[in-house]
């Protein structure tokens, strides 16, 4: 067999970019029929512009999924989701709209076009009727001066036999010497009488020969007039079926791109479809998590009504302190009145100590003996006037007034606010004591749910790494809390070393390992609350055969105690089902399910009930 390069030579060898064919890898006895499918096909960088030639079977593609083809039809292929970037969803998706407004307006300007024809065709279909009926008129008018004029020419036929005959009669009675004079004269007669119908005859077949070249001239001049209507209605036919010509391709691409969008709507509900798997799933997963998260409500309810609790306690403490700092304000303002009247009481108890030493020094008495003192005798025997006694008791108010007043109320004012402090010491004390206990009751909530969490966390951890182990085939991997002194408020790093790599976060993992551990964590999970159905959704998508056939084993592990419904693609995983679902169409527009039940003991399918 001769090289591809000796067989077929580049149909472009100045195109731009590079053949597609240079791009693939083959066997050697694919090469000449891949060369030869591909040989139209180049890779450009991008496409050129709308009006750059390229032949007509020739191909250009990017690498973005643009394709532009010979006849001037353009492609757009989008990648797949998790391939495909929002930026090039966008160019993709705004390139098919800027194609699909100019094939609309190319399809628009030749609906217009063929409009203005039809219209025209319109309008000259009344003159080309009318110069039709004219036609078939002249054609009737002629056909039936051939007529007449067919029937002149028999007649004229027949007169000329007649006179024929007549005159071979008249030659023969010339021959004859026995005719009689009287049959003489009556063939005369007759043969006048033939010769002035011949002339008639002959005049009007001259007059129906004019009439007729007459008409012919009519029919020519109409039919020429009809000729060039059919030539100006031909042609403006061609040109419509031109233009009807030039609009299939742009109605086929228009189909075509309709299409295309009807393909990526299906594909789009699809995607809605599975998304509302996805929200299926997450909705029994949170039905699945609602004891979980009951618990955890409770747990948090109790730990909220305790934190209530502590709140109010701590508003009742804070009341009860602005309560005690206002009595201590006010036990602060009794004490200082009480210094008051403490200073006041030793003024009074000072004046009347000089007092009564005064009068002790003066008068050489005390206050007992002055009380026990009789009526004192008066000077000359006699009582002093009022007016000498008035002004003794003047100087002795005096002396009163200048001791100043009083309080006799002061001890027991002293002892009343004595018993008040007594008082508010005794409720600083009980709520101090209150905000102590509810100090202890959220200390021990505290401690109950870090114990609980410990718990639960260090089974996980456990459970992830013998379930890491038995994914990847050794290894190690951890849960690792970001704050440990802080464990109810703490976040959780996932610690992954997959066999023959280094210790590292899940982040920075393949995206094939990525998967297997979060299948570790979710068993893992699993394995501390397990609940009587699981479902996984392609959970195996992104798994190579070997880590699938240790995903099977790890979930043919747990089908004693729970049932596993599974979405997947892949053999190995439909291989190692009980019981599969599928859905065909038998009909266009009919989807059926289709279920079959295997029996492991038989290694044989068996109908499904």
Not at 196 to 205: C, L, P
Not at 473 to 483: E, F, I, N, P, Y
Not at 529 to 554: H, M, Q, T, W, Y
């Amino acid at each position: 067999m001769p090289s591809p390069a000796e067989a077929l030579p580049d149909p472009w060898p100045d195109g731009p970019g590079t053949l597609l064919a240079d791009h693939i890898q083959c066997a050697a006895e694919w090469r000449p029929l891949l060369d030869r499918r591909l040989r139209y096909v180049r890779v450009v960088d991008a496409l050129p512009p709308p009006g750059a030639a390229i032949p007509e079977h020739a191909v250009l593609v990017t690498p973005s999924g643009a394709v532009r083809r010979g006849n001037g039809l353009m492609e757009y292929w989008m990648a797949e989701a998790h391939e495909i970037t929002p930026l090039a969803r966008r160019e993709c998706l705004e390139g098919w709209t800027r194609e699909l407004a100019d094939l609309r307006r190319r399809h628009e300007e030749g609906e217009q076009l063929a409009a203005r024809l039809r219209d025209e065709l319109a309008a000259g279909e009344p003159e080309l009727a009318d110069l039709r009926k004219q036609l078939e008129d002249s054609r009737h008018r002629l056909a039936q001066r051939e007529g007449e004029h067919h029937i002149i020419a028999q007649e004229a036929d027949q007169a000329r036999q007649r006179a024929e005959t007549v005159t071979w009669e008249w030659q023969s009675l010339q021959d004859q010497t026995s005719s009689g004079a009287e049959r003489k004269n009556a063939i005369h007669a007759e043969l006048d009488r033939h010769r002035t119908r011949q002339a008639e005859i002959r005049g009007s077949i001259a007059a129906r020969n004019d009439e007729l070249r007459a008409l012919e001239n009519e029919r020519a001049e109409k039919s020429d007039i009809v000729t060039n209507a059919r030539v100006v209605f031909a042609e403006r036919r061609q040109a419509a079926e031109h233009m009807a010509e030039r609009q299939l391709p742009l109605q086929s691409r228009i189909q075509e791109i309709e299409q295309l969008v009807r393909t990526r709507s299906e594909d789009l509900g699809s995607y809605r479809a599975r998304i509302g798997d996805l929200q299926r799933q997450v909705s029994e997963t949170r039905q699945r998590l609602e004891p979980l998260e009951q618990d955890v409500a409770r747990q948090a309810g109790h730990l909220e009504a305790a934190r209530r609790e502590r709140e109010e306690a701590m508003g009742a403490v804070g009341r009860w302190d602005s309560r005690l700092h206002e009595q201590r304000a006010a036990l602060d303002d009794l004490r200082t009145r009480k210094g008051q009247v403490d200073v006041e009481l030793a003024e009074q108890r000072v004046r009347r100590q000089n007092l009564v030493e005064r009068v002790t020094a003066d008068y050489r008495v005390t206050p007992e003996q002055l009380a026990a003192a009789p009526e004192p005798a008066w000077e000359n025997g006699q009582r002093p006037d009022r007016d000498t006694l008035e002004t003794q008791i003047a100087e002795l108010r005096a002396r009163l007034e200048s001791m100043g007043p009083v309080n006799l109320v002061a001890i027991e004012e002293y002892n009343q606010y004595e018993e008040r402090a007594a008082f508010l010491t005794r409720q600083q004390e009980d709520l101090i004591n209150a905000k102590q206990q509810l100090l202890d009751l959220i200390r021990r909530i505290n401690q109950t749910t870090t114990e609980m969490f410990s718990q639960t966390f260090n089974q996980v951890n456990a459970n992830f790494q013998d379930m890491f182990q038995k994914l990847f085939g050794g290894g190690t991997a951890k849960l690792v809390l970001v704050d440990e002194g802080d464990v109810l408020e703490s976040g959780i790093e996932i610690i992954a070393r997959p066999p023959g790599k280094k210790l590292q976060t899940v982040s920075l993992l393949s995206g094939g390992e990525r998967t297997m551990t979060a299948v570790a964590l979710l068993f893992a999970l699993y394995m501390v609350k397990p609940s009587p159905f699981c479902l996984l959704d392609e959970l195996d998508a992104a798994l190579d055969e070997a880590n699938i056939g240790r995903f099977i084993k790890v979930v043919e592990g747990f089908v004693e105690k729970s049932q596993f419904i599974v979405i997947t693609h892949n053999r190995q995983t439909i291989g190692a089902a009980d019981i599969l679902y599928g859905v065909t169409m038998e009909h266009q527009g009919v989807s059926k399910i289709v279920s079959m039940k295997f029996s492991r003991h038989e290694q044989q399918p068996a109908p499904a009930s």
